[in-house]
């Protein structure tokens, strides 16, 4: 069964810090590109992060270079997400997506103080 499990997501306040991750299992994760999309309350999704199958190029969207940091490990079929210095317009749902395989359900991240 394909499954992307993400979690890390919670509360933190501005200027804060969080590892988020993407499980992956029932494909070969190592042969897929890996998207992370946020989704805030009422604005459309936006794609946040890319990172090549081997982890070895990635890109990242205007709102978030320099802060966020994303990575994978293919051993343990998991990608991160490292989000420092926290806005509250990051917050969002975070997902994992891989094109062709599908999505994870999302974990919240709530910037406030």
């Known amino acids: 069964q394909v499954q992307l499990v993400e979690s890390g997501g919670g509360l933190v306040q501005p200027g804060g810090s969080l590892r988020l991750s993407c499980v992956a299992s029932?494909?070969?994760?190592?042969?897929?590109?890996l998207n992370w999309y946020r989704q805030a309350p009422g604005k459309e999704r936006e794609l946040v992060a890319n990172?090549?199958?081997?982890?070895?190029?990635?890109m990242y969207a205007v709102s978030v270079h320099g802060r966020f940091t994303v990575s994978r490990d293919n051993v343990k079929n998991t990608a991160y997400l490292r989000v420092n210095n926290l806005k509250r317009e990051d917050t969002a749902v975070y997902y994992c997506d891989i094109p062709g395989i599908g999505r994870g359900q999302g974990t919240r991240v709530t910037v406030s103080s």
């Open positions: 029932g494909f070969t994760f190592s042969s897929y590109a």
């Open positions: 990172i090549t199958r081997a982890g070895d190029n990635w």
